[in-house]
């Protein structure tokens, strides 16, 4: 009598193994193909804070706009009351790149918010996409 109860045991656990892999192979994966195939074209807003950055900004936000993507997409950089040459950089920036907007903070505004959080909540008011 043992043996039979094992043996049908071992026919439901196989069973079930089987029902999953069917699961996930089939069903699961048709859902993230979508997904990623989906992903690729989701328009974008990229935002960025800088306060007296313009040496990064100079080297290193020319590689961001370079990229390339296939959906709509936008870089909004957050000129944070900088007393450097940050907004002349920003400026030479956006003559060569369509895909960036400039939002500048004047050192008077009066802040809503404390520190970053004032800038960063600036450049999502300004998003036009996720």
């Not at 089987?18 to 994966?29: E, G, K």
């Not at 290193?60 to 950089?89: A, C, H, M």
Request: hydrophobic share 45%; charged share 20%; with cysteine.
């Amino acid at each position: 009598m043992s043996n039979i109860f094992y043996g049908i045991i071992f026919i439901y656990a196989v069973a079930i193994v089987v029902q999953l892999a069917f699961l996930f192979l089939f069903f699961f994966r048709k859902k993230y193909i979508r997904a990623l195939s989906k992903s690729s074209t989701l328009p974008c807003s990229i935002i960025i804070c800088a306060h007296n950055e313009a040496p990064q900004l100079e080297r290193f936000l020319p590689k961001i706009l370079q990229q390339q993507y296939t959906g709509k997409w936008e870089v909004i950089v957050v000129n944070d009351r900088s007393t450097d040459d940050s907004d002349k950089v920003l400026m030479a920036l956006q003559n060569l790149h369509r895909h960036l907007k400039i939002i500048t903070i004047a050192p008077n505004e009066i802040r809503t918010l404390p520190g970053k959080k004032f800038a960063l909540q600036k450049g999502i008011d300004a998003a036009q996409y996720e």
